[in-house]
């Protein structure tokens, strides 16, 4: 099970950081597992954010965000992060966390039900 939060509504401009709590069969293998951030905007497709290597070392990031976001791993806790730095309108979303997979969305087994992030200008 993943269980995303720290979603909200900011003005633009403004930081947020999203946590991904991981339990269950996510949460016994958590330190053997890649994860990722997706994110769907109203009326459009999910879209890859940001992913990291399952022991924390290397890191991907969608261009739309590449300076801005920041994704990090603890496996001690089970946790995984997304930094949200100088947020755009164009970031307002729901951001699932997901577990297994890489860049390709389908590459994942485990998806949690998703925060909301609202942006305004």
């Known amino acids: 099970q993943l269980i995303e939060s720290g979603g909200g509504s900011v003005q633009a401009g403004a930081s947020l950081r999203l946590s991904c709590a991981a339990s269950g069969r996510a949460g016994r293998t958590f330190s053997r597992l890649n994860m990722g951030w997706f994110r769907r905007a109203p009326g459009k497709d999910r879209s890859f954010v940001a992913a990291?290597?399952?022991?924390?070392?290397?890191?991907y990031y969608a261009d739309s965000v590449k300076g801005r976001f920041t994704i990090s791993k603890d496996n001690a806790k089970n946790m995984v992060y997304l930094q949200m730095n100088n947020l755009t309108s164009e970031d307002t979303a729901v951001y699932y966390c997901?577990?297994?997979?890489?860049?390709?969305?389908?590459?994942?087994?485990?998806w949690g039900q998703g925060t909301q992030v609202t942006v305004t200008s």
């Open positions: 990291i290597r399952f022991e924390g070392s290397s890191t």
């Open positions: 997901a577990a297994g997979g890489w860049i390709n969305p389908k590459s994942y087994t485990d």
